[in-house]
């Protein structure tokens, strides 16, 4: 069932997954439009979430948007009055100044998440949520899911020296899955839709600004998702048996690496298990320095990092 609502305000929106939004020419939602995307966020009753570009909008849309409840997710230059900031690379990270009632996500290449370690636990100290999106990575091979391992390692040893301190830092590859006790992934689809410029629904952000996504409806017709089962958790074989909970499944990640919007990749995979075992790690160090989710059961060990080389024993 469709519970949020995605509204991007430009074409130039800023990109807060693992998408890139490459276009560069304005494309401002016209004001009727924004109007009828909440009308239509109203009568669904829909928790919506405003996307920004990085330009001032016009004072007219500023009053539409405080018309109703909502959250704004905006590029860190606009970062002003901001409930989710997005920083792009790590030189954007080095000229940002954090504000601690902000959630952040961080967009990095793997190169960047690998080499980032002192970024990563500066902006973390200074606010209450990071989350790290990893912009390449469907391009990972096994060195990298070493490397990558190596970085969650050193990252779990500053999270835990935080929690010493008595301090409670929230970065989404570490210490989501040691609260989580279900799956808490991308709902696009399913939870979430989007309603982009041109006044048509789609999936994510991604099916819109990409050069081979479509659309699933509009706001004169309505929704019109073909095949909507595909994007509901029960219809993913192998997920729905996984307890890599913190895993993001994107959507269009999964299309775009396995033609199968319920199908992540071996890579997406791989990485998603590597996180599960460093919060394993994480959890159990962190419990050494007093009594830390009591009512939370360990996370199990495994023997494997993709289920799809266990799928026979499932």
């Known amino acids: ?7 991007l305000l430009d074409d130039t929106s800023v990109s807060f997954c693992h998408y890139a939004n490459e276009r560069t020419e304005r494309r401002l939602m016209p004001l009727d439009t924004l ?18 570009p990085d330009y001032e909008l016009p004072e007219e849309y500023a009053e539409v948007i405080e018309s109703i409840d ?27 100044t954090v504000n601690e009632g902000t959630a952040y996500v961080l967009r990095l290449t793997k190169e960047e998440m690998f080499a980032g370690r002192g970024a990563i636990t500066s902006m973390l100290e200074s606010t209450g949520r990071l989350n790290i999106v990893l912009k390449d990575i469907e391009t990972f091979t096994d060195d990298d899911f070493k490397k990558y391992g190596k970085a969650l390692a050193e990252l779990s040893e500053d ?5 010493a301190e008595s301090k409670t830092p929230q970065l989404n590859i570490l210490t989501d899955r040691m609260m989580l006790d279900k799956m808490n992934n991308c709902g696009a689809g399913y939870t979430t839709i989007t309603l982009a410029p041109d006044g048509r629904f789609y999936v994510c952000p991604a099916f819109y600004l990409c050069a081979d996504g479509y659309a699933v409806g509009s706001l004169d017709g309505g929704l019109d998702i073909k095949n909507a089962r595909l994007y509901k958790f029960d219809h993913a074989p192998l997920c729905r048996r996984c307890d890599a909970y913190q895993c993001r499944r994107c959507v269009w990640l999964n299309r775009k690496t396995t033609l199968e919007v319920n199908t992540p990749s071996h890579e997406q ?12 790690g994480l959890l159990t160090k ?16 495994i023997d494997y990092l993709d289920p799809f080389d266990v799928k026979e024993e499932w």
């Open 1 to 7: 069932m469709i519970q949020y609502l995605v509204i």
């Open 35 to 52: 109007k009828a995307g909440i009308l239509y966020g109203m009568k669904e009753n829909l928790n919506i979430q405003f996307v920004y």
């Open 70 to 96: 909502h959250i704004k997710i905006k590029p860190a230059s606009m970062a002003e009055r901001a409930d989710v900031a997005v920083i792009d690379g790590l030189a954007e990270a080095g000229g940002t």
């Open 159 to 163: 999270v835990e020296r935080m929690y």
């Open 269 to 280: 995979c791989v990485v998603a298990h590597l996180e599960r075992n460093a919060a394993r």
């Open 286 to 301: 962190i419990r050494t320095h007093g009594t830390f989710l009591p009512d939370r059961e360990e996370i199990k060990e």
